[in-house]
C-alpha cells in the first residue's frame, strides 16, 4: 500500500514546491527591500554612477532595492587577480538594474555568476575551417554575455563605461541587454515583450535602423551607433540600449520611431536625467 502511495505524496510536494517558489521568492526580495541601503554603497553610487544623481527620487530608490535583491541573488567571481570589493559589486549591480527599472522583472533569472577580469580579456575560440584544419582565432573583449548563468566584464571597461555617462558605451548595459535578449533563447534582438507592445513594430523599426547600420558602417558613414552593432540584430540591440541610456536626447533626435520601442520597453525616459 505504502509503495502506491510513495509516488502520490513525491508527485504533491513537488507539486507544491513549484506553487509556492514564486511567492516565496517574492516574499524573501520583499524582505531585502525593506532593510536599510548602507551608506558605503550610497557613497559608490554616487561616485560611480554618475547618473543617479540625475535620476528622480522614485527611481533612486527602486534602484537601491533592486541592488540590494541583485546582490543577494548573483555571485561574483574575481578572475585574473581581481578581488571583490563592495564597489565592483554595487557598480556592476547598479547599471545593470538600470534596466530594470519600471518593469516587472524576475531579476535576469538564468544569471547566477558575473566574473571579473582587470582589464580586457582574451577569448580563444576554436572552429575548423572550410579545409577541415582547426583554427584558434583570438578575440579581445570587454564583456561577455552567455546563453546561461554567466556575464563575464572587464573591470576597467566598467569603471570606463560608468564614469563617462555621455559618450554612448557602456559594457555592463551591453551586456546585461543580451541577458535580456537570452531570456527566451538565443540572443537575436527581440527579447520578450510587454503585452502592451507589438513584436511586429518592434522587428519592423529594428530591422529598419539594423539595414541602415549595415550600410553606414559599410561606407563608413559616420553613425551614433557604433558600427559593431551592425554584426548582428543582437548586437544592434545591445548597442542601441547603450545610446539610449547614454545619449538619450541624440538618439531621440535623430531616432525617434527607435527611440520610442525602448522607452516603451524598458519603462523609462532617460532624457531626463541629461
Ligand atoms: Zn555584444
Known amino acids: 500500500m505504502l509503495s502506491y502511495l510513495l509516488p502520490l505524496v513525491i508527485g504533491v510536494i513537488i507539486i507544491a514546491y513549484i506553487a509556492v517558489k514564486p511567492y516565496w521568492?517574492?516574499?524573501?526580495?520583499?524582505?531585502?527591500?525593506?532593510?536599510?541601503?548602507?551608506k558605503e554603497?550610497?557613497?559608490?553610487?554616487?561616485q560611480r554612477m554618475p547618473y543617479f544623481r540625475q535620476m528622480p527620487a522614485d527611481l533612486q530608490l527602486q534602484l537601491k532595492q533592486h541592488i540590494q535583491v541583485f546582490l543577494a541573488e548573483k555571485s561574483f567571481i574575481g578572475c585574473n587577480g581581481v578581488k571583490i570589493t563592495d564597489e565592483i559589486k554595487i557598480t556592476v549591480a547598479a547599471q545593470a538594474c538600470l534596466?530594470?527599472?519600471?518593469?516587472?522583472?524576475?531579476?535576469?533569472?538564468?544569471?547566477?555568476?558575473?566574473?571579473?577580469?582587470?582589464?580586457?580579456?582574451?577569448?580563444?575560440?576554436?572552429?575548423?575551417?572550410?579545409?577541415?584544419?582547426?583554427?584558434t582565432q583570438k578575440t579581445v573583449l570587454a564583456g561577455e554575455s552567455w546563453d546561461f548563468g554567466k556575464v563575464v566584464l572587464s573591470?576597467?571597461?566598467?569603471?570606463?563605461?560608468?564614469?563617462?555617462?555621455?559618450?554612448?558605451?557602456?559594457?555592463?548595459?551591453?551586456?546585461?541587454?543580451?541577458?535580456?535578449?537570452?531570456?527566451?533563447?538565443?540572443?537575436?534582438?527581440a527579447p520578450i515583450l510587454d503585452k502592451d507592445q507589438s513584436y511586429q513594430c518592434w522587428s519592423a523599426v529594428f530591422s529598419?535602423?539594423?539595414?541602415?547600420?549595415?550600410?553606414?558602417?559599410?561606407?563608413?558613414?559616420?553613425?551614433?551607433?557604433?558600427?559593431?552593432?551592425a554584426t548582428n540584430p543582437a548586437e544592434f540591440f545591445a548597442v542601441?540600449?547603450?545610446?539610449?541610456?547614454?545619449?538619450?536626447?541624440q538618439f531621440h533626435y535623430e531616432h525617434p520611431r527607435l527611440y520610442q520601442q525602448l522607452t516603451q520597453y524598458y519603462q523609462v525616459d532617460p532624457i531626463h536625467w541629461q
Open 240 to 249: 542601441a540600449s547603450e545610446v539610449f541610456f547614454e545619449q538619450a536626447k
Open 41 to 46: 554603497w550610497r557613497k559608490i553610487l554616487q
Open 208 to 229: 529598419a535602423q539594423f539595414e541602415q547600420l549595415q550600410m553606414q558602417a559599410k561606407t563608413r558613414a559616420p553613425s551614433l551607433f557604433d558600427y559593431y552593432g
Open 155 to 189: 573591470w576597467q571597461d566598467t569603471i570606463e563605461g560608468a564614469q563617462i555617462p555621455d559618450d554612448g558605451r557602456n559594457v555592463v548595459i551591453h551586456e546585461f541587454a543580451h541577458q535580456l535578449d537570452q531570456e527566451n533563447g538565443k540572443a537575436n534582438g
Open 25 to 38: 521568492r517574492e516574499y524573501q526580495r520583499e524582505k531585502i527591500r525593506n532593510q536599510p541601503f548602507k
Open 99 to 135: 534596466l530594470l527599472l519600471n518593469r516587472k522583472t524576475n531579476f535576469y533569472p538564468k544569471l547566477q555568476t558575473i566574473l571579473v577580469y582587470p582589464r580586457a580579456f582574451i577569448k580563444e575560440q576554436q572552429n575548423i575551417q572550410e579545409n577541415g584544419v582547426l583554427h
